[in-house]
C-alpha cells in the first residue's frame, strides 16, 4: 500500500451518511491520515447540501486536499458539492470509480452512499483512490473544458 503522507482529508455527512463517516474516519485514522470532521455529529435528520458545502469550502480553501462527503446514496452530497467552483466530486462504488475517479477525473471530492456501502468498502475504496495516480494528458484537457463551463463567456465559445 502506497503512502500518501501529504493528504489531509476534510470528511462530512449527513444523518444517512454519518453511521459509515464515524467508521471510515476511524480505519482512516488507523491508517495514520489526519482528518478534519466537519460534522454531522449525530443521526437527528439534517440537510446534506449544507455538509457538502462545508467539505467543498474546506476543500476550496486548502483546509483539505481530499473531501470525503456521505449521505444515504452519495448522489446528494455529489451534486451539492459540484456547485461549488473548482470542486470536482465523484460518487465511488466499486473498486474501479475508485481508481478512475483519481486516474481519469483527479477528483478533489469522493462520495459515498451510507445506506449502499459498507465501513470496508468505503475504506478500500479511499485507499484504491489514494494509491492511484492522475494520468494528465487528454484527460487534463477534459478537466480544463470542465474548468471552462465554470466561468461562461471566458472560453471564447459561451
Ligand atoms: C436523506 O434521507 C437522503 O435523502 C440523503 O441522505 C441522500 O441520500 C440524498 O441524496
Redesign the pocket.
Known amino acids: 500500500m502506497k503512502e500518501s503522507p501529504q493528504i489531509r482529508i476534510v470528511i462530512g ?5 454519518f453511521s459509515l463517516k464515524e467508521s471510515l474516519k476511524h480505519h482512516l485514522e488507523k491508517d495514520g491520515l489526519s482528518l478534519l470532521d466537519v460534522g454531522t455529529f449525530n443521526e437527528d ?1 439534517v440537510d ?1 447540501p449544507d455538509f457538502a458545502e462545508k467539505v467543498a469550502r474546506a476543500i476550496c480553501s486548502g483546509e483539505g486536499n481530499l473531501g470525503i462527503v ?8 455529489s ?1 451539492a458539492a459540484n456547485k461549488i467552483k473548482g470542486i470536482r466530486a465523484a460518487v465511488v462504488y466499486n473498486d474501479e470509480t475508485a481508481s478512475l475517479a483519481r486516474r481519469h477525473n483527479n477528483a478533489n471530492v469522493i462520495c459515498f ?3 449502499e456501502a459498507s465501513a470496508e468498502q468505503a475504506h478500500a475504496w479511499t485507499r484504491i483512490f489514494l494509491d492511484a495516480t492522475f494520468e494528465g494528458g487528454r484527460h487534463q484537457r477534459r478537466i480544463d473544458k470542465i474548468s471552462a463551463l465554470e466561468s461562461p463567456g471566458t472560453s471564447g465559445k459561451s
Not at 13 to 17: E, P, R, T
Open positions: 455527512s449527513d444523518h444517512a451518511g435528520s446534506y456521505l449521505c444515504g446514496t452519495g448522489i446528494g452530497v451534486i452512499g451510507g445506506r
